[in-house]
């Protein structure tokens, strides 16, 4: 079964500065949807960035960019120039070509100002 | 921008009683989901729906969960007798379809569960 560890429960990072968040998954699968979700304190759940397995190009949006290493099964999220409103609860998702979309447990991140 | 729309966004009830959530889903999509989420914990998949039937289901949605595409637009999910542990926050999500499967889904705002 696919698995989605992320091993930093909470972070801490001044605004203004860039800060990591780590993720890996465990799959047997080949193709398949990496994601990171931010859940701010209203506990939406919204999308923050995708990557498809099969792009070696890491994916960017805007201050957001993630580290997608296939072979390592990582897919560490990066956020530049932290702003106080990205602070939130972010997990780090995986999806095959099947339904469902599998969670880590999330990483709490603190800006501090 | 399309948004799932989910009722109410809180919600009380006393342990045993029925209590139902509503989702409207994006117009276009053709999945449906349900999540929950214990508070402080992950985000747990319950339940996945296309074509008006369960595509698929968690061990966690057992007798007492069900879901339903009534009319068309809405997608609810039913508790037939609450337990206190079902206390969470449940989100309802759609998705395109299977060719839009790297897009994620998109999440409702979610409905906080309170069972006393």
């Known amino acids: 079964a696919q698995t989605v560890t992320q091993s930093q429960p909470e972070m801490s990072v001044q605004e203004a500065e860039t800060v990591t968040l780590s993720c890996t998954y465990d799959?047997?699968?080949?193709?398949?949807?990496l994601f990171w979700y931010k859940q701010p304190p209203s506990r939406q759940m919204i999308l923050v960035i995708r990557?498809?397995?099969?792009?070696?190009q890491n994916a960017t949006e805007n201050r957001f960019s993630v580290n997608f290493q296939k072979a390592a099964k990582s897919f560490s999220l990066k956020i530049s120039d932290s702003q106080l409103g990205d602070a939130a609860m972010y997990f780090c998702?995986?999806?095959?070509?099947?339904?469902?979309?599998?969670f880590g447990k999330g990483t709490r991140l603190h800006i501090l100002p | 921008e399309p948004e799932v729309t989910q009722t109410p966004s809180h919600q009380v009830t006393q342990m045993g009683q029925e209590v139902i959530l509503r989702c409207v889903p994006i117009?276009?999509?053709?999945?449906f989901y349900w999540y929950r989420q214990i508070l402080g914990q992950k985000v747990e998949f319950l339940v996945s729906?296309?074509?008006?039937?369960?595509?698929?289901k968690s061990e966690i949605f057992d007798d007492q969960f069900s879901v339903e595409r009534p009319d068309g637009s809405n997608f609810t999910l039913k508790i037939r007798s609450t337990k206190l542990e079902d206390s969470a926050m449940y989100f309802c999500?759609?998705?395109?379809?299977?060719?839009?499967?790297?897009?994620?889904?998109?999440f409702g705002s979610g409905t906080r569960l309170t069972v006393v």
């Open positions: 999500a759609s998705g395109i379809g299977t060719g839009g499967v790297g897009y994620g889904y998109t």
């Open positions: 799959t047997s699968e080949s193709d398949y949807y």
């Open positions: 990557q498809e397995a099969y792009k070696q």
């Open positions: 998702a995986y999806r095959s070509a099947g339904d469902k979309i599998i």
């Open positions: 117009s276009n999509h053709l999945y």
């Open positions: 729906f296309y074509n008006n039937e369960i595509s698929e």
